[in-house]
């Protein structure tokens, strides 16, 4: 442990050779300052010889400066960072450190342990291999030592290590350790957690940290130091099934194609079969670039460039995978939420996702509850603020491969950014997918759009009629169905009003009523298209952004957006329904061209202009659009 | 197969360094010569093997840099054919901003953080990569391994993004940018350990080798040229020395050493009783004063 001794005893050359063999584990530490925690990370550090002696001449004086320990050096000044911290004696972040023994390198993630800042721990948690949870052995078990193992569990930590500190101030008692083992051993198992490790220590006095103490005689287990030198890195089960995200695809010359990406999970050797997902086209390993050259084999935590025999498209965000055991790929999850922004989450706002290599558009639904990380009680809730934690169902625009997040934490987590502030918002996990998109996709294949169009002999699409109230939509689409329909031509009509006594009623005139109003016709109107159908929609539909929303639902040459132009002098003079008369009374409120605004189209793709025109006219200079585009042709598109 | 330490941290920062350069519009590499700049270059070369680097590199050169480290600089740049930037805050030079009038706090803010901003904005970088590490300095333990800038490159250390597993937020507005330190996880005697494996070459001055010196408050400073105002009755002595981290030659402290080798410069290294940044000049002039500086967009 003592590096002066070991390269005394043994030479450089020999220490080198033995530190390149050191492993790497990650951990975090969870407590409140109360609980001696900076003092135990100082202590590490100490005992690790890692403290060069300017180092230590500043910590002296800072101790005297601040007079924490009465004299004495406080280690916990070594590990609190940032001037406004020290000030308050607190840590506000997450800071990372390092320490190494002979067998490991540290990586120790300190947290603090104020309830306002969950945010901070399950940072801290999410790279951790392990954790250290400290207890004051004078106050057992806190409501803060259950919300910490809850969300080291949650986080998916393998090995949760029970420090009871401040052993001296119970005279090391063995009665007082034992219960707080069983009561954390109960808790733990509560949780499902089973690799519970119990350790009693005083990091300010250094007893059973780095070295065993003959205080603590009756106890014959490890250090707590020992235990972080020995406990087993389970994240990078090499035995698990591969998984890749592709980070970079890597294309110098039009020799050399390559899948850049850091393997998540399992390993990887030449002529293995992969599939690339969502896709699933699949082709075996052609060769394995890593760090220093080509490989045979490659395991997960390695970076690597994978070439494959075939040319398949895969890009950033794919993932390759065993082919024999592929991840699932689905849009819409189950998924357990940590917000982490002051600004709540709000349900059915559009965020970004990002997850591996992946980012994607996410709606997340109202929360199906929230838990209370210190009872566990799961609480009903209609949005989550910051800290919260909570299930909710989430909707992608886009399907992905994925892993549940306890298979992989990899390809399983997930963050959360605010489109406009670009701050990282909140976090989660993916706990299984509700629906399986492929599943469908499957099954469309059989009978789709072409086939059903094939089937009617025609090709569908869409005849979009805007304009004022009265201007003539209903009357002009009337006389188009009634050739059309003359013509042998499966069609139907969606007319304004009628949709708004049946599928459209509980919808009123407001301007988010109308977009809503505008949003469901579209819809109906992509699915008849689906089903093969020439369909006439004649709705006001005033707002530019919703006519193009339904056009972009559609392929081009399948949306005809017909601007039936009558001036509103011409509309309210003829007042067909005795509505402007009523607008104008003030008797309707929100009413188009009077108090709502009417956007015209800017380029519609038929002018009609019914002051220089008859309707049977109008309905003429359609059907010349629709054939000029091939929609009238006897055949399937 | 388990990984040792040194394959893990060389994985991750690889895997950062190809993060930045697929979601990032346009980024720059930072390059200031030293150890830690020399593993960062290694490992964004293996990143993008067999390709070419997808980024040009930027040196601020505050013109006091040892003379050494320029010539490494230009022979590696030509030998690979690195697009390389070099920028000099020209206002300061034509102030004759040097570390003798002005000290090293004005100097250091004019030639190096102005010089830096001027530099960032002129290629109008979203993102920056640089080689600093956290076990550095207190300050640096919390920094993020995606630093977010404001436009007015000024770090928050309140407003800093979570960052959760290796899933980075990129994501910067028009003027925005990020810093992003591919070796946050390395220590020094990784980047030293890093560098005997693989047989990276670094500036020769990281090697013992009789150096003309005088010494300062204590502190062995080199005279690299006669640019250096020399004190009456102050002499260069040649002594072996070597040194633990390079910058502006003035600034930079020397330390007595006979260690001519890499694995000498290691030994020594974990026998030494004084921490790396001693020998920065810089880090005297105030407690906290790194902190400052970096809110200030010091790298």
Same mark, same amino acid.
């Given at each position: 442990?003592?590096?002066?001794?070991?390269? +005394?005893?043994?030479?450089?050359?020999?220490?080198?050779?033995?530190?390149?063999?050191?492993? =790497?584990?990650?951990?975090?530490?969870?407590?409140?300052?109360?609980?001696?925690?900076?003092? =135990?990370?100082?202590?590490?550090?100490?005992?690790?010889?890692?403290?060069?002696?300017?180092?230590?001449?500043?910590?002296?004086?800072?101790?005297?400066?601040?007079?924490?320990?009465?004299?004495? =050096?406080?280690?916990?000044?070594?590990?609190?960072?940032?001037?406004?911290?020290?000030?308050?004696?607190?840590?506000?972040?997450?800071?990372?450190?390092?320490?190494?023994?002979?067998?490991?390198?540290?990586?120790?993630?300190?947290?603090?342990?104020?309830?306002?800042?969950?945010?901070?721990?399950?940072?801290?948690?999410?790279?951790?291999?392990?954790?250290?949870?400290?207890?004051?052995?004078?106050?057992?078990?806190?409501?803060?030592?259950?919300?910490?193992?809850?969300? *080291?569990?949650?986080?998916?930590?393998?090995?949760?290590?029970?420090?009871?500190?401040?052993?001296?101030?119970?005279?090391?008692?063995?009665?007082?350790?034992?219960?707080?083992?069983?009561?954390?051993?109960?808790?733990?198992?509560? =949780?499902?957690?089973?690799?519970?490790? *119990?350790?009693?220590?005083?990091?300010?006095?250094?007893?059973?940290?780095?070295?065993?103490?003959?205080?603590?005689?009756? &106890?014959?287990?490890?250090?707590?130091?020992?235990?972080?030198?020995?406990?087993?890195?389970?994240?990078?089960?090499?035995?698990?099934?591969?998984?890749?995200?592709?980070?970079?695809?890597?294309?110098?010359?039009?020799?050399?194609?390559?899948?850049?990406?850091?393997?998540?999970?399992?390993?990887?050797?030449?002529?293995?079969?992969?599939?690339?997902?969502?896709?699933?086209?699949?082709?075996?390993?052609?060769?394995?670039?890593?760090? $220093?050259?080509?490989?045979?084999?490659?395991?997960?935590?390695?970076?690597?460039?994978? *070439?494959?025999?075939?040319?398949? $498209?895969?890009?950033?965000?794919?993932?390759?995978?065993?082919?024999?055991?592929?991840? +699932?790929?689905?849009?819409?999850?189950?998924?357990?939420?940590?917000?982490?922004?002051?600004?709540?989450?709000?349900?059915?706002?559009?965020?970004?996702?990002?997850?591996?290599?992946?980012?994607?558009?996410?709606?997340?639904?109202?929360?199906?509850? +929230?838990?209370?990380?210190?009872?566990?009680?799961?609480?009903?809730?209609?949005?989550?603020?910051?800290?919260?934690?909570?299930? *909710?169902?989430?909707?992608?625009?886009?399907?992905?491969?994925?892993?549940?997040?306890?298979?992989?934490?990899?390809?399983?987590?997930?963050?959360?950014?605010?489109?406009?502030?670009? $701050?990282?918002?909140?976090?989660?996990?993916?706990?299984?997918?509700?629906?399986?998109?492929?599943?469908?996709?499957?099954?469309?294949?059989?009978?789709?759009?072409?086939?059903?169009?094939?089937?009617?002999?025609?090709?569908?699409?869409?005849?979009?009629?805007?304009?004022?109230?009265?201007?003539?939509?209903?009357?002009?689409?009337?006389?188009?169905?009634?050739?059309?329909?003359?013509?042998?031509?499966?069609?139907?009509?969606?007319?304004?009003?009628?949709?708004?006594?049946?599928?459209?009623?509980?919808?009123?005139?407001?301007?988010?009523?109308?977009?809503?109003?505008?949003?469901?016709?579209?819809?109906?109107?992509?699915?008849?298209?689906?089903?093969?159908?020439?369909?006439?929609?004649?709705?006001?539909?005033?707002?530019?952004?919703?006519?193009?929303?339904?056009?972009?639902?559609?392929?081009?040459?399948?949306?005809?957006?017909?601007?039936?132009?009558?001036?509103?002098?011409?509309?309210?003079?003829?007042?067909?329904?005795?509505? &402007?008369?009523?607008?104008?009374?003030?008797?309707?409120?929100?009413?188009?061209?009077?108090?709502?605004?009417?956007?015209?189209?800017?380029?519609?793709?038929?002018?009609?202009?019914?002051?220089?025109?008859?309707?049977?006219?109008?309905?003429?200079?359609?059907?010349?659009?629709?054939?000029?585009?091939?929609?009238?042709?006897?055949?399937?598109? | 197969?388990?990984?040792?330490?040194?394959?893990? @941290?060389?994985?991750?920062?690889?895997?950062?360094?190809?993060?930045?350069?697929?979601?990032?519009?346009?980024?720059?590499?930072?390059?200031?010569?030293?150890?830690?700049?020399?593993?960062?270059?290694?490992?964004?070369?293996?990143?993008?093997?067999?390709?070419? @680097?997808?980024?040009?590199?930027?040196?601020?050169?505050?013109?006091?840099?040892?003379?050494?480290?320029?010539?490494?600089?230009?022979?590696?740049?030509?030998?690979?054919?690195?697009?390389?930037?070099?920028?000099?805050?020209?206002?300061?030079?034509?102030?004759?901003?040097?570390?003798?009038?002005?000290?090293?706090?004005?100097?250091?803010?004019?030639?190096?953080?102005?010089?830096?901003?001027?530099?960032?904005?002129?290629?109008? /970088?979203?993102?920056?990569?640089?080689?600093?590490?956290?076990?550095?300095?207190?300050?640096?333990?919390?920094?993020?391994?995606?630093?977010?800038?404001?436009?007015?490159?000024?770090?928050?250390?309140?407003?800093?993004?979570?960052?959760?597993?290796?899933?980075?937020?990129?994501?910067?507005?028009?003027?925005?940018?990020?810093?992003?330190?591919?070796?946050?996880?390395?220590?020094?005697?990784?980047?030293?350990? /890093?560098?005997?494996?693989?047989?990276?070459?670094?500036?020769?001055? /990281?090697?013992?080798?009789?150096?003309?010196?005088?010494?300062?408050?204590?502190?062995?400073?080199?005279?690299?040229?006669?640019?250096?105002? @020399?004190?009456?009755?102050?002499?260069?002595?040649?002594?072996?020395?070597?040194?633990?981290? @390079?910058?502006? /030659?003035?600034?930079?402290?020397?330390?007595?050493?006979?260690?001519?080798?890499?694995?000498?410069?290691?030994?020594?290294?974990?026998?030494?009783?004084?921490?790396?940044?001693?020998?920065?000049?810089?880090?005297?002039?105030?407690?906290?004063?790194?902190?400052?500086?970096?809110?200030?967009?010091?790298?």
């Amino acid at each position: 442990m003592d590096h002066f001794e070991q390269i +005394k005893a043994e030479g450089i050359e020999a220490y080198l050779k033995a530190h390149e063999h050191k492993e =790497l584990l990650r951990f975090i530490t969870c407590g409140s300052v109360d609980d001696g925690k900076s003092t =135990l990370i100082g202590r590490l550090l100490y005992e690790s010889k890692l403290i060069y002696e300017d180092q230590l001449a500043a910590l002296e004086a800072d101790s005297a400066r601040m007079g924490t320990q009465g004299g004495r =050096l406080d280690l916990a000044l070594l590990v609190d960072g940032l001037a406004a911290e020290r000030e308050q004696g607190i840590t506000i972040d997450v800071a990372y450190r390092y320490f190494s023994t002979k067998a490991r390198k540290f990586i120790v993630a300190d947290t603090p342990g104020h309830e306002q800042y969950t945010r901070n721990m399950v940072t801290g948690a999410s790279t951790a291999d392990a954790a250290i949870i400290l207890l004051d052995a004078r106050k057992g078990i806190l409501t803060q030592t259950r919300r910490h193992t809850y969300i *080291c569990s949650l986080l998916g930590i393998q090995h949760l290590v029970l420090a009871v500190n401040k052993m001296d101030l119970v005279d090391y008692s063995e009665e007082v350790f034992l219960k707080a083992q069983a009561d954390y051993r109960e808790l733990a198992a509560s =949780l499902g957690n089973s690799q519970v490790t *119990c350790i009693p220590v005083s990091a300010l006095e250094g007893d059973n940290v780095t070295k065993p103490s003959d205080k603590l005689s009756w &106890y014959q287990g490890r250090t707590l130091l020992g235990e972080l030198e020995t406990l087993k890195i389970g994240e990078l089960d090499s035995k698990r099934t591969f998984r890749m995200p592709v980070q970079w695809v890597n294309r110098p010359s039009s020799d050399f194609r390559g899948f850049s990406g850091y393997i998540s999970r399992g390993s990887v050797g030449i002529g293995d079969k992969l599939a690339v997902l969502p896709a699933g086209t699949t082709s075996s390993v052609k060769s394995i670039l890593g760090p $220093d050259g080509d490989l045979k084999t490659a395991v997960a935590g390695q970076s690597v460039t994978i *070439c494959l025999n075939d040319e398949v $498209d895969a890009s950033r965000g794919d993932i390759l995978a065993d082919a024999a055991d592929e991840p +699932k790929v689905a849009d819409q999850f189950r998924a357990t939420i940590v917000w982490m922004h002051e600004e709540p989450m709000l349900p059915g706002r559009e965020y970004v996702l990002k997850i591996g290599a992946k980012s994607t558009a996410v709606s997340i639904a109202e929360p199906r509850h +929230k838990v209370n990380v210190n009872t566990f009680e799961e609480l009903p809730a209609r949005t989550l603020e910051l800290n919260d934690i909570g299930v *909710c169902n989430i909707n992608l625009d886009q399907p992905i491969a994925f892993d549940a997040y306890k298979e992989n934490r990899q390809t399983g987590g997930f963050i959360i950014i605010d489109r406009l502030t670009n $701050d990282t918002v909140g976090a989660g996990m993916l706990d299984f997918a509700l629906w399986r998109s492929e599943n469908v996709q499957w099954q469309s294949l059989d009978v789709n759009k072409p086939a059903r169009a094939r089937a009617k002999g025609q090709k569908p699409c869409v005849v979009w009629f805007t304009g004022l109230s009265g201007s003539g939509k209903s009357t002009i689409a009337n006389v188009l169905e009634t050739k059309l329909h003359a013509a042998g031509r499966h069609t139907y009509l969606l007319d304004g009003d009628n949709v708004r006594h049946g599928l459209n009623k509980d919808l009123g005139f407001t301007d988010a009523d109308r977009v809503e109003n505008i949003r469901r016709v579209s819809e109906v109107a992509k699915l008849m298209t689906d089903a093969g159908l020439i369909v006439l929609v004649s709705f006001i539909s005033p707002f530019r952004s919703e006519r193009e929303m339904a056009r972009e639902a559609l392929d081009t040459q399948e949306f005809i957006e017909v601007y039936v132009d009558t001036p509103i002098a011409e509309t309210e003079r003829r007042d067909v329904k005795g509505l &402007y008369a009523k607008a104008r009374a003030g008797e309707i409120k929100n009413f188009t061209g009077i108090d709502s605004p009417y956007e015209a189209p800017l380029s519609p793709d038929v002018h009609v202009k019914t002051m220089e025109c008859t309707v049977e006219d109008a309905a003429d200079q359609i059907m010349a659009e629709l054939k000029s585009r091939g929609r009238l042709d006897a055949r399937g598109s | 197969m388990s990984l040792t330490h040194l394959e893990r @941290l060389e994985a991750e920062s690889i895997r950062i360094i190809r993060e930045v350069a697929a979601e990032c519009e346009n980024p720059v590499m930072l390059y200031s010569i030293g150890k830690d700049s020399a593993v960062m270059l290694h490992l964004a070369l293996k990143a993008f093997a067999p390709g070419k @680097l997808p980024f040009p590199l930027l040196h601020v050169d505050t013109t006091w840099k040892f003379r050494e480290m320029i010539a490494f600089r230009d022979n590696l740049a030509k030998e690979h054919g690195f697009d390389l930037i070099v920028h000099t805050n020209q206002e300061g030079v034509a102030q004759g901003v040097n570390p003798f009038s002005h000290g090293s706090a004005v100097h250091t803010d004019i030639m190096k953080t102005q010089a830096l901003k001027q530099a960032l904005n002129k290629g109008q /970088y979203d993102a920056a990569f640089g080689g600093a590490r956290r076990d550095e300095e207190k300050s640096r333990a919390k920094e993020r391994v995606f630093s977010f800038r404001s436009a007015q490159h000024r770090w928050d250390p309140k407003r800093q993004r979570p960052e959760l597993w290796s899933t980075f937020n990129t994501r910067t507005n028009k003027g925005e940018s990020l810093r992003v330190f591919p070796l946050s996880d390395w220590t020094e005697l990784d980047i030293w350990q /890093y560098i005997h494996l693989k047989g990276i070459p670094v500036v020769p001055l /990281y090697l013992a080798k009789e150096r003309p010196v005088v010494e300062r408050d204590g502190v062995l400073i080199m005279v690299d040229d006669d640019r250096m105002p @020399l004190e009456p009755g102050e002499t260069p002595m040649m002594k072996s020395v070597r040194f633990r981290t @390079l910058g502006c /030659y003035p600034l930079t402290g020397a330390v007595e050493s006979e260690a001519t080798t890499l694995t000498q410069v290691i030994e020594e290294m974990l026998l030494t009783v004084n921490s790396e940044r001693e020998g920065r000049i810089i880090d005297f002039d105030s407690a906290a004063s790194m902190e400052k500086k970096k809110q200030e967009g010091y790298f």
